[in-house]
């Protein structure tokens, strides 16, 4: 076997034994799946050995090929931390910081985030308001502001709301319909997308509506708050957000247990880059005031 290997080839391998499938890895790659297969098989020649093998579900490991996972993941691991480092020594308000936000945030923040490009005509922010979280440790945000109840270990930030509850809300005009019937769990729903099933209020709605009364499953704060107005179901909303709307009407009381906390956050190593303090700083200074019923604004630190 030769010693000297292309890390680019490595990380395809990487990326093809952890998705078990060529079309997996092109995915997560963003490269056609045909250069994976030919990246793949020019590192297996040059090597001499077989590190995978398929099967009727895509691919497996071959024994050399648990060895080679295992080198790679161990150089991606350091990769990362490099750029990590390099990155956070940057002391100049320039380059680029790509933001995650939830839908239900971004619309109060746009007004701040014009702002700060005036006030920073250096830095360029790259916006995705989508509420599916990006994983700031494989970088693919710097900032991420996120509703949680338990950031990750290797997340540092401030946390600027805490408890923000929500409730079951249904369209203005069905509220007496539905109180009639008395039990809301029978009532069709609109629930999250298999994607969020970890967070609480999820797991709240899900241990007390019965499968079948699912309607709709939504990726989007937008989207389901528009389905419980238009009538498809019921909805747990950020009480903040459904008292304000004069088309939703709280069919219950909030519910604590599912509570939730909202974060601005970076991953450690890129806490000291100048453009990223800026732009936390402009963040919590932006949510900090606007705050909606139900809800404590903060300024706790985690470091």
Partial sequence: MKA???WDDLRIFLAVAEAESIRGAARELGVDHGTVSRRLKALQSSIGVSLLTRIPEGYALT????????????????VEALNF????????????????????????LAPDIAGFRIDHPGIRLEVVDHDTPLNLTK??????????????????????????P????????????????????EESWVD?????SSAPHVQWLRSRVP???IAVRVTSTTMLRQMVRDGVGLGLIFCGFGEEDPHLARI????????????????????????????????????????????????????
């Fill in 252 to 303: 219950g009381e909030p519910v604590t247990e599912a509570s939730l906390d909202l974060w601005v956050l970076t991953h450690a190593d890129l806490r000291s880059s100048a453009r990223i303090r800026a732009c936390m700083d402009m963040l919590v200074a932006s949510l900090k005031p606007k705050a909606r019923p139900f809800l404590t604004p903060l300024n706790e630190t985690r470091n």
């Fill in 166 to 185: 929500f409730a079951p809300y249904v369209a203005a005009g069905l509220v007496e319909e539905v109180k009639q019937r008395g039990n809301i769990f």
């Fill in 4 to 6: 000297k290997q292309n």
């Fill in 211 to 213: 499968e079948h009364k």
């Fill in 63 to 78: 024994p050399e090929g648990e060895d080679m996972r295992q080198v790679a993941r161990s150089m991606r691991d350091q």
């Fill in 85 to 108: 480092r390099l990155l956070g020594r940057d002391a100049k308000l320039t380059g680029t910081v790509r933001l995650t936000v939830s839908e239900a945030i971004s619309e109060l």
């Fill in 192 to 196: 999250w997308d298999h994607t969020f």
């Fill in 139 to 164: 970088r693919e945000a710097d900032i991420a502001v996120r509703f949680s109840s338990a950031p990750p270990d290797q997340l540092v930030g401030r946390r600027v709301w805490r408890n923000i």
